[in-house]
């Protein structure tokens, strides 16, 4: 493929909600022009855009396709995203390299809760957006309808471009309202035919029109003194005022039709070429100031190829065999071969101006969100912002020989996807793989077994449980053993009591009179804080404690640093058991943010799981932020229940808080938990 000045790209995150019909979208704009020979089918996994196994498995996308396609005179760069809502890392790594966000909605569906979650995100990143009402040629749809939903939604900047001429299966073409005229199309052609107008839609087309023309203008001082003294504006004006308005912010243009049936694609593919906004790469585009820069927005890991990372261009040009420098690592990295991604398919490219995308292949360690750079040199560029994961699975190697497999496979899947995150809880000793969801950890398991070659099994994540004590109390500890030779022999007196919640635990001494020898008191601190790791009355970690040796026994021939370790140990667990030792739970502080509608259903769900409200407030756009602490056991599924409550539009933050003291009716229930787990 050859190279095109920034001025002649355009690139384009096709977003929404799954089933809206993205994937058909881009596959009919890929041969609409020419770039492929025949149109795949999502239903039976031959698409350009859906190629790996999970999404043929599935029949869903799973993951982000780059797939770029040439159209008067313009590169544009697709980003197919996936719509299902656990995969909107994907989503969000679309957007840090688009410049334009294509919306596209099902005009049988309507605004659907993923189309809202991808505005969001455009929205806060100040994207350029863009609609197109898809599946306008199926039962029930309706482009009024949908049209209206934008509007209520997304607000008074929703401009149509377009009308459908006919509905359902009578759709047989648009009306372009910015120059007042008809395109129809043929069946199985994706090149639309000029004519006039149908005379029932004349008098809405007009109306529309006046009040587009008006909308476009007005942005416009010179323009709207033309327009109100009723000269004549041509629609090269109008166009060039429309993609100032759409670069703005402010005009998020609607456009129409029906991917599988080619209607209206060749018209979208002319506006996304001449109203599509150019990318955005800052003052020193074409690097004169000496700096050529990168950043990487996806990493696939290919089981034969190796690492494979999609990257743009942010400053200069980048050709093979150029240097870079990881500004994350300092490392020098090599570009080799340079290449376009269409769908899996590579086609080497000679250079890549600032603003475009591209990929390149082993590099030594490069993963998602890095920048490259000459010289290493920091330039500002808008990196993937990653969704916190929320979800966890405990995971363990099926096969012995396969743990050391294991490690490096969690790190390439990690490279892959870095909203997955691994966890190895010191406390539980469990691995824990975290992602957005049950099927995001689905897939990544089946990854791991068919992709990586190491199956895994899943266990319950066990909570990381402690305990302490109530009251003060003491007691001894004694080693007393003779054999044939030196014996062993200890005695240590120790006192424990409470501390304030989170002091951790604190040793102390307090001999008089060398009743223990000075060199055998670190042995006695060794052997309480060994005892306190591995467990006080109901074998957890114990915290919140001082414990003080301040009596004790010594031997001159028999007394030995094990002897008191062990006696230390001993006194422990008998004090602490004397001392009413009792359970804590950790809590979580989850910030919730739902709609107002929802707002009763997950108070009453956070006060079903043992929460305590903290406060709730008015957020603006009809939503409220909740803040409440739940205990973490029972916040551990709460991702799934937020999403079945909210319909998928809540959404939340969490952190460790602090320890609780567990209610008494569930002490034995951990324990047995913990000790099931133990076996």
Known sequence: MKSFPTAQLR????????????????????????????????????????????????????????????????????????????????????LAAADLALFVVSAVEGVEVQTEVAWRIAEARGIPRAFFVNKLDRERASFRRTLDQLKARFGAGVA??????????????????????AIFYSEGSAAGTDGPSPDDLAAEEH??????????????????????????????????????????????????????????????????????????????????????????????VDQYVGHVNLFKVVRGTVRPDDHLVNTRTKKDERLHQLFTMRGKEQEAVTELAAGDLGAVAKLADVRTGDLLSTGGVAVEFDAPIAPEPLLATAI?????????????????????????????????????????????LSIALSKLAGKFGVPVDTEDVRVAYRETITGTAEAEGKVK???????????????????????????DEAIVGGVIPRNFIPAVEKGVMDAVAHGGAFGFPVV??????????????????????????????????????????????????????????????????????????????????????????????????????????GRYRTRHSHYDPLPAHLVEQARAAAVGATR
């Not at 001429?165 to 073409?173: F, K, T, V």
């Not at 008006?214 to 709207?224: F, K, N, P, S, Y």
């Not at 030196?486 to 635990?505: C, K, N, S, T, Y």
């Not at 006696?567 to 009792?582: S, V």
Request: aromatic residues 4%.
């Open 396 to 440: 363990v190697a099926r096969n012995k020989n396969d743990e050391d497999k294991l490690a490096n496979a969690l790190h390439r899947l990690e490279d892959e996807d870095p909203v997955l995150r691994i966890e190895r809880n010191a406390e539980t000793h469990q691995t824990l793989l975290w992602g957005t969801g049950e099927t995001h």
């Open 160 to 181: 149509p471009l377009q009308l459908p001429i006919g509905e359902e299966a009578a759709l047989r073409g648009v009306v372009d309202l910015l120059d007042d005229h």
């Open 207 to 300: 109306a529309i029109h006046d009040a587009l023309v008006e909308g476009i203008v007005v942005a416009d001082d010179t323009l709207t003194e033309r327009y109100l003294a009723e000269e004549p504006i041509d629609v090269h004006e109008l166009e060039l005022a429309l993609a100032a308005g759409i670069d703005a912010g402010p005009v998020f243009p609607v456009l129409c039709g029906a991917a599988t049936r080619l209607i209206g694609v060749d018209r979208l593919a002319h506006f996304i070429a001449e109203e599509g906004p150019a990318p955005h790469v800052g003052d020193d585009a074409s690097g004169t100031n000496g700096v050529t820069a990168l950043s990487v927005f996806k990493t696939i």
């Open 11 to 94: 690139n384009v995150a096709v977003v929404g909600h799954q089933g809206a019909g993205k994937t058909s979208l881009v596959e009919a704009l890929l041969y609409a022009s020419g770039a492929i020979g025949r149109v795949g089918r999502v239903e039976d996994g031959t698409t350009v855009s859906d190629f790996d196994p999970e999404e043929h498995r599935r029949a869903m996308s799973v993951g982000l396709t780059l797939a770029p396609f040439e159209h008067e005179g313009h590169k544009i760069n697709l980003l197919d995203a996936p719509g299902y809502a656990d995969f909107v890392g994907d989503v969000a790594a679309a």
């Open 481 to 507: 053993k003779q054999t044939g030779g030196h014996g062993q022999f200890a005695i240590a007196w120790l006192r424990v009591a409470p501390e304030p919640r989170g002091a951790g635990v604190t040793f």
């Open 544 to 649: 919140d404690v001082v414990i003080t040796v301040f009596d004790g026994k010594h031997h001159p021939v028999d007394s030995s640093e094990m002897a008191f370790k062990t006696a230390a140990a001993t006194g422990l667990r008998e004090a602490l058991a004397a001392a009413g030792a009792i359970l804590l739970e950790p809590v979580s502080e989850l910030v919730i943010v739902v709609p107002e509608a929802y707002q009763g259903d997950v108070m009453g769900d956070l006060n079903a799981k043992r929460g305590r409200i903290h406060g709730s407030a008015a957020v603006g756009d009809g939503e409220v932020e909740i803040t409440a602490f739940v205990p973490t056991s029972e916040a551990m599924r709460f991702s799934i229940d937020l999403r079945s409550m909210t319909h998928g539009r």
